[in-house]
């Protein structure tokens, strides 16, 4: 099967990603990198927008899977409080879906099962 | 919340060991998929799937994701009962010690943590079995 796979390239680093933009070995993360990611998806990355992607890491390293959306806002709204866990905050920030394209952003995996 | 009408007992019977096959990777991942729609979900290991949920995996060798830290994730997607059978962990020389613990979030408790893992015979396993609705064996 051939993809249509190219890559992203930041201070001299080269990371190849899928043909949807997730990175293919997410340990070549960095947040240079994220902020080049986000650029393609359109998004000015804010401290709010950081918090997501942060989130997001944390949850990965500790789990290995990226959340749904419903648990990423029940645990959002634990950690930081109702404001920030909520879903219309969450799509204000990332209009393709937060999981999805913060995940994009946080350098991890296609969430399972992701709207 | 209120009882829905469409609500069925799901039950995910894991069988297999961890690696080598993709059964305990692919049941997790329905698991997951499947816990959006709002079903009640409960686990059960037997046989060579008890290893599924031993401390302390390593799969550098093998060179595949070590998921097992995912089985923790599961509260959070209300999957809070994890049934172990009690002879299939004798059998391969194992006790309840040698699993992960694996802990749920009750937010009816001021979001006390419980342990999601429960002991059962095989007699009760085949009880667990008969109370579900839907069986899916992996």
């Known amino acids: 099967m051939s993809e249509v796979a190219t890559a992203y390239e930041v201070n001299g680093i080269v990371a190849q990603h899928d043909e ?67 879903q219309k905050a969450l799509y204000a920030l990332f209009p393709y879906g937060p999981a999805k394209q913060a995940c994009k952003i946080a350098g991890l995996p296609k969430p399972t099962g992701c709207v | 919340m209120s009882e829905q009408p469409s609500k069925k007992k799901f039950l995910y019977i894991n069988r297999k060991a961890p690696y080598g096959t993709i059964y305990a ?39 595949m994701k070590n998921f097992s830290k995912t089985y923790r994730a599961l509260g959070d997607y209300e999957v809070r009962k994890f049934y172990v059978e009690k002879e299939s962990l004798a059998e391969r020389g194992l006790s309840v010690e040698n699993l992960m613990p694996v802990t749920y979030e009750d937010e009816d408790d001021d979001y006390a943590e419980k342990p999601s893992i429960i002991l059962v015979d095989r007699a009760e396993m085949a009880k667990v079995i008969a109370a579900n609705d839907v069986i899916l064996s992996f």
């Open chain 1, 20 to 86: 949807e933009g997730y990175l293919t070995d997410i340990g070549q993360w960095t947040p240079e990198l994220a902020l080049l990611i986000a650029k393609s998806e359109h998004i000015d990355m804010t401290d709010e927008h950081w918090e997501v992607v942060n989130f997001l890491r944390d949850y990965y390293e500790e789990y290995q899977i990226a959340p749904a959306v419903r648990i990423l806002v029940k645990e959002m709204t634990k950690k930081y409080g109702k404001e920030k866990g909520d």
């Open chain 2, 25 to 63: 990777l692919e049941s997790l991942e329905v698991v997951l998929i499947g816990a959006a729609f709002e079903q009640e979900v409960s686990l059960a290991f037997l046989d060579d799937g008890v290893f599924q949920l031993m401390e302390g995996q390593d799969t550098t060798g093998v060179g």
